[in-house]
């Protein structure tokens, strides 16, 4: 007959316990390292978190953006010649007057075109003296040849009468008394003749005088355009002003109509700013801007809007009051803050790195711990260039971090960490 041991079914029943026991353990290690294993919440710190809180009042929609400082009232000075680079007696920010100097050009075959036509002009006005001359001494021959045919025309007349009288008396001939009168009808002609050359001599030696006279007068025009034209090659500022250019170098070949040189009044002075094709659309002439010339601020109006569109930009100009900020000059680059529009009550928060206008755009925002930040979606409005307006997604009070935070997109949420 067999019999049972008790202590074998005991060990047995006790290797089983441990089993369990150990699968167990084993489940639940293998839970925690599971656990482990799960993403854990990224860090950004504090100090390189942009963390700002939503507001409610009024909202100024401004445009901010760069330009520089011009004058107003430029003068363009060009070359009136062709010609070469002798001398650049001015540099860029020389004050000048009406009769500087700025550039002397030099060009002999204009000086030898002068001097030419100083010759013809000489010439010309000894022609004109030479035919009034002749004018005058062709027509005293023609007064004295019509006072001539006069005087035979008197003489031939009272010869008549006489020989009609004589005729009369029987003391001459018919004939005689004939040819006494055809002879004074001939010279009746004669003299009638020569006083219609005479009137015509009057009249051809003023049409022959102004035909010398004009020729004069053109080549006298001719030797001022020539002079103006040497005096313009010592090219003058002709006006008060600062010398803003010259982009020029001795021995520099230049053509006629060629900008030599770029002189400006000091003042008014105007702003010209560059502002984004996107954002010009919002601006219009009448409103209000702040120059900021990085010495003082300033308030102007835009008075203009250039309807050309350069490189993505578009070119605003902005009047200024007469006194500036000490250090004010043209070409000083100054910033600008153009007010668009103003929103009397609206939610908003500093404006998020590339978050467009009326759109959504994806925000952390802080828990109360102050710690934690959930990924939340935030409808956006209007927006300035330093905030934009909330239109759905946070209320008054929310604190979110408006910093890059792509580097994040996969998760949820944020630990802030001091």
Partial sequence: MDIVRVDVAQRKRQKIALQVAFV??????????WSRLRPASPKLSRSQAWIDTVRRGPLAIQVHASGVLAPEDVQWIAAATDGRVERVLVLAGTV???ETVLVEIQNPELQQA??????????AEAELQNRRSQVQSALLA??????AARADHEESRLRAAADEDLAKAGLISPLTLQFSRGREKQLAVRADVEDQRL?????????DVAAAVARVDQIRALVALKRQQCDALRVRAGRAGVVQEVPLEAGQRVAAGAVLARVAAPEPLKAVIQVSEVQASQIATGQQAEIDTHNGIVTGRVVRIDPAVRNGSVTIDVALPQSLPPGARPDLSVDATIDVARIADAIYVGRPVQAAPNSSVALFKLLPDGVTAVRTNVRV???????IEITGGLAPGDRVVLSDTSAFDRFDRLTIAD
């Fill in 24 to 33: 167990c353990i084993a489940v639940s290690v293998a839970a925690v390292a």
């Fill in 96 to 98: 000048v007057q009406p």
């Fill in 114 to 123: 002068a001097t030419d036509a100083q010759l013809q002009l000489r010439a």
């Fill in 142 to 147: 023609q007064q004295a040849a019509a006072a």
């Fill in 199 to 207: 009137r015509l001599a009057r009249a051809n030696a003023g049409a």
């Fill in 381 to 387: 409005g209007r927006a300035s260039f330093n905030a």
